[in-house]
């Protein structure tokens, strides 16, 4: 999803800028989903960078000012943990690890 290895341009230079700024940017959205939507054993880190895309424009608004970025993440997070947005789909034939890691639990209890 990052396309880290597409570019449109055939200067060297450029390309090497897109590059580290893809770079930068998968950085934020992983420090961003480990911050948020780690801890949600029901996450798709898919649905979740998606999220984040999303609000990347609310985001880059908010990067100035410390204060509003944390308002910002905080409400990323509500967003995560509140929404089936960033939950994975339920399956009954190929359960998912976190649905099987949850019968473990319930197995031993």
Do not use: D
């Not at 895309?53 to 509140?82: D, T």
Request: glycine residues 2%; aromatic residues 6%; hydrophobic residues 45%.
């Amino acid at each position: 999803q990052s396309r880290l290895a597409v570019s449109r341009s055939a200067n060297v230079w450029r390309i090497l800028c897109e590059i580290y700024v893809k770079l930068l940017i998968i950085l934020i959205q992983h420090w961003i989903m480990l911050t948020g939507l780690w801890e949600i054993p029901q996450r798709s880190l898919t649905k979740g960078v998606q999220a984040i895309q999303e609000q990347a424009s609310h985001l880059a608004a908010c990067i100035a000012e410390r204060r509003s970025l944390i308002k910002c993440l905080k409400q990323l997070a509500k967003l995560f943990a509140s929404s089936t947005a960033c939950r994975q789909n339920k399956r009954r034939k190929k359960p998912n690890n976190w649905m099987r890691l949850q019968q473990v639990r319930e197995w031993r209890a």
